[in-house]
Nanobody, 123 residues
Framework: QVQLVESGGGLVQPGGSLRLSCSAS??????????MGWYRQAPGKQRELVAF???????NYTDAVKGRFTISRDNARNTVYLHLNSLKPEDTAVYYC???????????????WGQGTQVTVSS
């Protein structure tokens, strides 16, 4: 299995910035962590993808955060970061780290989730 630990959430004013971190610890049975990313869920709303990055460095962002958020990854440390800039009240949500991993080259991808970290944007 993969254990994910998030950090960096908190309260920030509109226009401010935060950096979220997610560190992955994989068991010996995990062959590779292919991708890591961030999802978020606001009260009364469905969970949505924010951004993800693959081991090869390919990235993808939801339109709502393009130009404001930046995702990066340290493969050696199995850590992914999300820089949140120009924050808006609409960004308020619980942010969950996600990892997709396989146990062998022919195994199906399996998703793992962190416990989440609260980001609140308010004046």
């Amino acid at each position: 299995q993969v254990q994910l630990v998030e950090s960096g959430g908190g309260l920030v004013q509109p226009g401010g910035s935060l950096r979220l971190s997610c560190s992955a610890s994989a068991s010996a049975s995990i062959f590779s962590i292919y991708a890591m990313g961030w999802y978020r869920q606001a009260p009364g709303k469905q969970r949505e993808l924010v951004a993800f990055i693959t081991v090869g460095g390919s990235t993808n962002y939801t339109d709502a955060v393009k130009g404001r958020f930046t995702i990066s990854r340290d493969n050696a440390r199995n850590t992914v970061y999300l820089h949140l800039n120009s924050l808006k009240p609409e960004d308020t949500a619980v942010y969950y780290c996600n990892a997709e991993a396989i146990a062998s080259p022919i195994s199906p991808m399996k998703a793992y989730w962190g416990q989440g970290t609260q980001v609140t944007v308010s004046s």
